[in-house]
Structure formats: structure tokens, C-alpha cells
């Protein structure tokens, strides 16, 4: 049975979700995402992946800034919903905003709760070293990513991915899932269950402290920083007084002083064993292999990198 429905997201990784609503004949009453914002050198004002979507599908956008005040719990209730679907939205809903659907409100969220409730779900697996993780949908509570679990889809990290490949795997999961998790939910064939208090984690916004590489860590850990930070923003280091983005790297042999460059292949040493730089992005232009990178930009052995 088709219902109801108001979308609530705001990035790229909520579009594939909200397609899959619409191609399951649900009806988008309206689309709540943040407000546009200004991007690029330019500071033009940018809508969000969601608000464009949305537009081009003929579906109504609201763009409050709050929704605690009177007027946008009240426009919200007029809409006379059966649920609303939440995905990475960006903004606390108020209880009357929880309890105005019929059937509540529905988080899909991209991690195995409770491990990493909060922000950056994806990018903090991939730095923990974690090997798997995935999504699930849960019924929405005022807590933090803390309501009962309606469905859950796992899937592994590879030793390799990226931030930005499990965010490209998690997305259409998340979309599949919440399609069913839908049909369940309105058919009455579905158990919500409270989460575990045991292994819950916090996955913090990530902050610009946090995207600087630090020699004296382990190389392991490095290593997961860079791919839980790629493509962005991008883990960085000093390189010939440049900030340079390190967009891939790999474990390697040698040991050195930390951030000293040990052979002409851009291997680091680190606090303990070393890697090797594969992938960097110089300021304003875009990523290269380290030998082509190295070819008009020489870095001897020897070298310390800050």
C-alpha cells in the first residue's frame, strides 16, 4: 500500500533512498532538507543533492532553519502523514515532530547500531580499522541514534575501501532497506527492538584537528586515517612547505625517524613501520599517482615531512 510520506536528508548519500520511495509508489508530500549554503571559491549559494532531486521530480521543498517553533510543527502536522523517513537530515526533530505521523518517524542510519551513533558513522568505522559494518532502520526516539531497530543490512569493509566506497555501497543498501522496511511497517509484520547499551560508540563529526597525518602514530592507523578520510576531506601532511593530500597510501616495508621520506617511492616512516604514499592531491589541482606527482616535484630521500 502506497503511503504518505515526508523525506527528511540532506547529501548525496540520501538521494538514492528517497528514489527508491518514489519508485515504490509511495507519495513524497513534501521533501525537508537544510537550507541552500554558499560552496566553491565563489561562495554561490548551493542547494543540497536532496533539494535538487526533489525540485526535479516536481516534489514541494521546505528548508526550515528549526524545527522547534510553533509554525513549523504545525505546517509539518497539516501534512497529515503516515511516516516521515529520515536520512542524515541535519537537524534535531522535537517531539512533536517525532509523534505528528502515524507511524512515527524512520531513521535510516549507516552503521550497526549502537557502534557509531552520531554524525560521521562511515568515516569512523573505516578509521577504527573496523571490518564490517551496514545499515539499519530504526523507529526515532529523542535520543541521539538511540530508537529501537526495525531492519539492518551488514556488509564487509574491504581491506582497501575507502570513506567514499562504502558510502557508494551503503547508499543503494540503505535505499533497498527502507523499502521493505516500509512494507513491513504498514502491514503491522515487523518488530521493533530496543538497542544494546553494550559496545555503543560515538561517531563524532570529524574535525580539521583530526585530518592532519601524524608521523609518530602507527602506520596502521595512518593508513585507516587516509581511507577514512578519502576523498573527503582529505587526510593531510606537509610536503616542501605545501599541504598535501594523501588520498590513498599503503603499508610498507623500512622504518625511519617519523615523517622522514625513506626511498625515492615516497615511503614515510612512522612511529611504528612505515608507508608509502600512492595517491596525493597538490592545492588546486587534481589527485596523481606519487611518480607523476614526484616527477615535477621532487622529494629526496631524506626529506621530513610535518
Not at 103 to 113: E, P, Q, R, T
Not at 176 to 199: H, K, N, S, Y
Not at 201 to 227: G, M, P
Request: proline share 8%.
Amino acid at each position: 500500500m502506497a503511503l504518505r510520506l515526508a523525506f527528511m536528508g540532506t547529501p548525496a548519500f540520501s538521494v538514492a533512498p528517497l528514489a527508491a520511495l518514489i519508485s515504490a509508489g509511495h507519495q513524497i508530500a513534501a521533501v525537508y532538507t537544510q537550507p541552500p549554503r554558499p560552496a566553491g571559491r565563489g561562495h554561490a549559494m548551493q542547494k543540497s543533492a536532496v533539494h535538487v532531486f526533489a525540485e526535479a521530480n516536481g516534489i514541494p521543498v521546505m528548508t526550515p532553519r528549526s524545527l522547534k517553533t510553533a509554525e513549523a510543527q504545525a505546517a509539518f502536522a497539516a501534512l497529515e502523514l503516515d511516516a516521515a523517513v529520515v536520512v542524515a537530515y541535519g537537524l534535531i526533530l522535537p517531539q512533536p515532530i517525532l509523534d505528528a505521523p502515524r507511524l512515527g518517524c524512520v531513521n535510516i542510519h549507516a552503521s550497526l547500531l549502537p557502534r557509531w551513533r552520531g554524525a560521521a558513522p562511515i568515516q569512523r568505522a573505516i578509521m577504527a580499522g573496523d571490518a564490517e559494518t551496514g545499515v539499519m532502520t530504526m523507529q526515532m526516539d529523542a535520543g541521539l541514534d538511540t530508537g529501537p531497530v526495525l531492519m539492518a543490512e551488514r556488509l564487509a569493509i574491504g581491506p582497501d575501501m575507502t570513506a567514499g566506497e562504502l558510502h557508494d555501497a551503503l547508499s543503494p543498501l540503505g535505499a533497498d532497506l527502507i523499502v521493505r522496511t516500509m512494507a513491513a511497517l504498514e502491514r503491522g509484520a515487523i518488530a521493533a527492538r530496543p538497542q544494546a547499551e553494550a559496545g555503543a560508540t560515538y561517531a563524532a563529526k570529524i574535525s580539521k584537528e583530526e585530518t592532519r597525518l601524524d608521523w609518530t602514530q602507527d602506520a596502521a592507523k595512518l593508513r585507516n586515517q587516509v581511507r577514512g578520510l578519502s576523498p573527503a576531506p582529505g587526510a593531510w601532511t606537509e610536503l616542501n612547505g605545501e599541504r598535501v593530500k594523501v588520498l590513498k597510501a599503503a603499508l610498507a616495508g623500512g622504518a625511519g625517524a617519523p615523517g622522514a621520506v625513506l626511498d625515492d617511492r615516497l615511503t614515510i616512516g612512522c612511529g611504528i613501520g612505515a608507508l608509502r604514499l600512492d595517491i596525493l592531491q597538490r592545492p588546486g589541482r587534481g589527485p596523481m599517482a606519487a611518480d607523476e606527482l614526484l616527477r615535477g616535484f621532487p622529494v629526496p630521500a631524506g626529506t621530513h615531512l610535518t
